[in-house]
């Protein structure tokens, strides 16, 4: 097979990139062409559908395009967040591949000058009680997650996993990182001034990775496990003093740009750098510090080495810059030097090995017209039945015993939630996780330490959700990716917190396949729809494609993470009852009309993956959303959690669960259907009369058992009961 | 008051603790590198994973230079606090008995944790009082405090077992469920529970500033 054809090129590819060259390009060039031109750094499947996204909003500081994306959070600080994919390495290595997932996504947010404080995952394996694969995914993939962000202190606070047959083969391992920066310290990417020093600071250079972008991220996975050097490995430690050192630098204005190493290394950054600066790019790949010396220059280009960031300097800052470097035991190198030449440009001594034309690499690379048809006969065998009754009891409890219902604390006490001492909400206390922002009231910088002020001022803080029903979107890819967005909006406004933009992760199959480019096209239209409709901007992200092997595609998966703000945490939602005594109130958009398709019971029942899905009205449910962060906001609430998997009956038994307090409830017409558009409050009874209309009574907190008139009588120990034990006791 | 508050490479809760110290005092951060205590009053070897949990846990950055002026400092009856990796330094420096141990699950986990309190004579605990609970956060993958039965005995002889975790709270699997010890002087105390991280009922309690404010009660 041609050279060009085993990096992932076609003909027609090869053919472009020798005109684009005027010459057949040498190993290195190819090499090079190889990985700025693969979908995962190209995205010449996707930037045709990814642009109709909205990304303006009145919040928007950063939108796509740099490391990651910031919305304006008040007081002069940013929030900076994005989410990115690390599936195919995970599938290889789990520990290794979720752990630099990790590392990845926090590199993108300090590259923008962000101190990163809080990391989201969302996560999918095959059926984790048939599978000891997926346990083994599962548990190591946990494991990497926590090792990376528990030994970098960055807290973990949310996120979510489901189990479906179809990521038997292909699981996704999703990670966001959030952070908090001075509106008017971002720093962009784009190198600029001629005769600066491009400097290399970080971990050495390996052949860990070489290739991961085009052999990894980009093409199907096959069974053999031949890929397993092309994972690479990671270290929190390296990267904690990487993180102190690139916040050093920046905070002594030491640098002109600044951009992480990821896929592709050193070429897609400097590549990407100088295409951002309209400036050329000389690097000598002899001056890079290696940890083997045999290395050829095409390897030192491309390797995938973790913990690495590259930096332009002027020339006289670079002794500084190096200073700093030593201080936090970092190794840094001054590589090369910006041109006006419009090339980058690899030396190895003193022999010119690449000559690379810049815009040809970043801006060129084609895009291709997905061909969309909708498939005529279901694409997913329908999942193993689980439960055969009709008693609403037994189906509660099967429900809240299910992989995916039960509780996660098995996984999240993993997960160091409470570093940085900001978290408001930590996991299953509510709907969303609330983080404490720096007060500037009380004279906080991000950059110093102010002793807190204890005082009655409001406490201005963030809420961070993560979410996406791959099942729901496989039934009907347009509403399935609106319920995306509707659902972390929802967990916003349950905890008083106002939507101001996010991040996406779309997860898909082989978009070459029409049916699945239809999936992936109507996903996106249904994103950008719901973002609308919400007046959200997304603010980045990443697309991971080719989720699919020998057994299927993987269903189809857009991540949502969203960000917002609520101006006093110490109102912050529960999502528990509190007290016995309480009215129960639904709150509910007149379009609100739950059914079992794709829903949690119809899976338990064994029933085929079909549409359509419940119809949304987003400008009923956008006003829905904003009564009940009005709700939350003005503290007259107890509690406040939305209906979601497993409909009305889950909501009122989780929220019994984490009070271990039951309720009583009046006759409902849908207990297990869902669809978005409605919330379980209680309250104070004027609490729930200031809903008007839009609220209807049901019931009354109180006793030790859920009770539903006419259907479900269980003690909510023998709820917990399931709930605890449904994930936990499938793991070590 | 001043406390002061070490930093190594890798340390993870050292603002943390040093925004807990300047609740009830002054604080300032100590570098790892410089042998230099910069004048305090009491010093914190925060929480994290220095040196990356390199070789053993706490192992290399005893060998800070700034740990030579801790361990004068400690030896001249100066106020002393290690938490979490902390603690793990002190052990390992040798300025507190016993050893932290991989937790019997082997997993890192983080839960809210409540502390009993067994000795309210030492220079972090005299704001509290013997057998009052408080509701602290631990997290940590190397917890499990392990001394030597004729240790142990000594130590509770000597009423050196300051913290114990509450019946059903012990997780790391620690003996005698002892969460935190002192020296016998009572100057140096270290624990696995995070009382930085408590220090404010949004947070989810304030139990843990009391160590914090006993220290500062301390006549400098």
């Known amino acids: ?732 | 008051m001043k406390f002061g508050v070490v930093r190594f490479p890798g340390t993870c809760d050292e603002v943390d603790a040093y925004l807990a110290a300047s609740r009830v005092g002054d604080a300032e951060i100590l570098w790892h590198a410089d042998p230099d205590l910069k004048g305090v009053d009491a010093v914190i070897v925060p929480g994290g994973f220095s040196y990356g949990d390199h070789l053993r846990v706490g192992a290399i950055a005893r060998f800070a230079p700034v740990m030579a002026e801790v361990e004068r400092f400690a030896a001249g009856g100066g106020l002393v606090l290690g938490i979490c990796n902390g603690f793990q330094v002190l052990c390992e420096a040798g300025l507190l008995p016993g050893a932290l141990l991989p937790n019997t699950s082997l997993k890192f986990t983080c839960r809210q944790v409540d502390l009993e309190v067994v000795n309210a004579s030492t220079s972090w605990t005299n704001a509290t009082a013997v057998g009052d609970t408080l509701s602290i956060p631990a997290k940590h993958t190397t917890g499990r405090y392990y001394a030597s039965d004729a240790t142990l005995d000594e130590l509770e002889a000597n009423g050196q077992v300051v913290l114990r975790y509450a019946a059903g709270h012990n997780f790391n699997g620690s003996v005698r469920d002892i969460a935190g010890v002192s020296n016998k002087a009572g100057n140096v105390v270290g624990l696995m529970p995070h009382p930085e991280h408590a220090v404010d009922p949004l947070t989810g309690s304030a139990d843990g500033l009391k160590l914090f404010a006993s220290a500062a009660a301390v006549p400098a």
């Open chain 1, 1 to 732: 097979m041609s050279k060009h054809r085993e990096l992932g090129l076609t003909d027609f590819e090869y053919d472009l990139i020798v005109e684009k060259m005027g010459r057949e390009p040498n190993e290195v060039e190819l090499a090079v062409f190889s990985l700025m031109w693969s979908e995962h750094c190209g995205y010449k499947h996707s930037r045709p559908l990814l642009k109709t996204l909205p990304v303006e909003g009145p919040r928007l500081v950063m939108g796509p395009g740099e490391n990651a994306g910031a919305v304006d959070v008040g007081n002069g600080l940013s929030c900076a967040f994005k989410v990115e994919s690390h599936n195919h390495p995970s599938a290889v290595e789990p520990f290794q591949g979720a752990a630099t997932g990790v590392g990845g996504i926090l590199r993108d947010i300090f590259a923008i000058g962000a101190r990163p404080i809080a990391i989201l995952d969302s996560l999918r394996f095959g059926e984790v009680a048939d599978s000891a694969r997926s346990r083994y995914l599962l548990e190591h993939a946990v494991a990497g997650i926590g090792h990376y962000g528990n030994s970098i202190g960055i807290a973990t606070v949310g996120g979510e996993i489901y189990f479906e047959e179809p990521y038997e083969q292909n699981c996704l391992v999703n990670a966001m990182a959030v952070g908090l920066i001075e509106t008017d310290e971002l720093i962009k990417s784009a190198a600029a001034g001629v005769g600066n020093v491009v400097v290399l600071f970080g971990a050495r250079t390996g052949r860990d990775g070489i290739g991961g972008a085009s052999v990894l991220a980009s093409a199907e996975l096959d069974a053999d496990m031949e890929k397993r050097p092309t994972v690479q490995i990671g270290d929190p430690f390296e990267e904690k003093k990487l993180l102190e050192c690139s916040l050093e630098l920046l905070d002594r204005k030491l640098l002109v740009a600044l951009q992480d190493l990821g896929a592709a290394g050193i070429t897609s950054s400097s590549a990407e750098m100088a295409a951002k600066g309209e400036v050329g790019l000389d690097l000598h790949v002899r001056r890079v510090p290696l940890r083997e010396q045999d290395m050829h220059p095409f390897e030192i280009m491309i390797s995938e080495s973790q913990e690495r960031m590259l930096c332009v300097v002027e020339p006289d800052r670079v002794d500084e810059v190096l200073a700093v470097c030593a201080k936090w035991e970092v190794n840094g190198t001054a590589i090369g030097e910006v041109t006006d030449t419009r090339r980058l440009r690899v030396f190895d001594g003193d022999e010119l090995v690449g000559d690379l034309p810049v815009t040809a690499l970043v801006d060129e690379c084609p895009t291709y017209t997905l061909e969309p048809a909708e498939p005529t006969t279901p694409l997913y065998p329908a999942p193993p039945k689980r439960i055969d009754t009709e008693d609403p009891g037994e189906i509660l409890l099967a429900l809240l015993g299910s992989a995916n219902l039960a509780s996660r604390k098995a996984v999240f006490e993993q997960y160091d939630s409470l570093v940085g001492s900001r978290t408001v909400r930590r996991p299953e206390q509510a709907d969303a996780a609330v983080l404490l922002l720096p007060d500037p009231a009380n004279g906080d910088r991000l950059t110093s330490l102010a002793p807190p002020r204890d005082d009655d001022a409001p406490k201005p803080a963030i809420a961070v959700s993560i979410d996406g029903n791959g099942r729901r979107v496989a039934a009907d890819p347009y509403r399935g990716a609106v319920e995306a967005v509707l659902e972390c909006s929802a967990n916003l406004a349950c905890v008083g917190a106002e939507p101001l933009g996010l991040t996406n992760c779309l997860n898909f199959g082989n978009p070459e396949k029409p049916h699945i480019a239809w999936q992936f096209s109507r996903a996106i239209a249904g994103l950008g729809d719901a973002c609308r409709a919400f007046g959200i901007p997304v603010v980045g992200g990443n697309v991971s494609l080719y989720n699919e092997g020998a057994s299927g595609p993987i269903y189809p998966t857009p991540v949502v993470g969203l960000v917002g703000e609520l101006p006093d945490a110490r109102k912050s939602g529960r999502l528990a009852f509190q007290h016995a005594g309480d009215v129960v109130a639904i709150v509910a958009a007149d379009s609100w009309a739950p059914s079992n398709a794709a829903s949690e019971l119809s899976k338990l029942r064994g029933e085929v993956v079909e549409g359509p899905l419940p119809q949304a009205d987003l400008g009923e449910l956008k006003a829905l959303h904003a009564a009940i962060r009005q709700a939350v906001r003005s503290g007259s609430l107890s509690s406040a959690h939305d209906v979601a998997e497993g409909g009305v009956a889950v909501t009122l038994a989780e929220s019994a669960i984490h009070s271990g307090l039951g309720a009583t409830i009046g006759r409902l017409e849908d207990l297990f259907g869902e669809g978005p558009g409605a919330f379980i409050v209680t309250g104070p009874a004027d609490a729930i009369t200031a809903f008007g209309a839009a609220a209807k009574v049901i019931g009354e907190v109180g006793g030790d058992t859920l009770i539903i008139e006419g259907a479900i009588s269980v003690p909510v120990a023998d709820l917990e009961r399931a709930f605890t034990g449904g994930l936990a006791d499938l793991l070590h």
